[in-house]
């Protein structure tokens, strides 16, 4: 019966369309394109970083602070390559810091994510059902993690079944690790066995892969600092100089030296600043 109502999706009637809400998603399931990548990627940072935010809020936001900035700045130095790098700036910072709520929200979740399994094991040492056990672990769970447990809960409690229910759980948190807890409890609910030793384990195995991520950011602090001002210090310096002396730039792209100069030191930035962002990605991931 649950199969069934899970596979029916919900349709609008004319006395309650306004119930239901177009779910706001820039990237489509179908297409490849490289475009198509980096909306697919806007919406998993949206959606993980549980900002609570329309896409198109932060897009807008992002919009008006560009604005805002290039705006200021040109009336202030009548520069357009110091706007237009301080309208970047502006422009890029909702996003930047949508992806550092992202990462303070995903670390939190796993320090959480022990002991709830340890407490999801306690509670299947009592002989309730998984479904019972869940709902009583997401009732004790504090958020950020108890919300996305609470978010499962309630669709079972509308008639998914338990793997229909947990299988968004990873693409919600953007967490590889909940995948191994979704599994777990997917094959023990048709298969059956020890649950208990199971989660048991996992519960330690999460906790060791805790302590060597903490001890390699120990070891790697200085070289991410490095590469973070790596990438601070040229906007930094260009900045300074603009400042500073606000025809610095109009001299250097009088000539065609130093516009072919300029723009390879751009291009070879923007390579290197992306390089050294999916090193730093890679590094941290859990």
Known sequence: MSAILSSKPIER????????????????????????????????LMLQSGMGVAPSMLLA?????????????FIIQENMLTSLLVGAMGAVAPVITAVFVRQRRQ????????????????????GRSIEQCWELVSHDTPAPLGDELMDCNRRMKMGDDLSLALQALPHRTGIITLNILV?????????????????????????????FFGRLRAATVGARWTAIMMLALVPFIVVFFSLGDPEYFPKIMASSMGRMATITAIVFQMIGTGWILRILHNSQRN
């Open 13 to 44: 009637l004319s006395d309650f369309a306004g119930i239901l809400r177009d779910q706001e998603v820039f990237g489509s399931e179908e297409d490849t394109g490289f475009g198509n990548s980096i909306n697919s990627w806007f919406d998993k």
């Open 61 to 73: 936001m992002s919009l008006f602070l560009g604005v805002v900035g290039f705006g200021m700045t």
């Open 107 to 126: 670390k939190k979740m796993m320090q959480q994510l022990p002991a709830m399994i340890d407490e999801l094991a306690r509670a299947a040492k009592t």
């Open 183 to 211: 599994t777990t409890l997917t094959v023990h609910q048709q298969t059956g066995g020890d649950l208990v030793s199971v989660l048991e384990r996992l519960s330690q195995t999460i906790r060791d892969r805790l302590l």
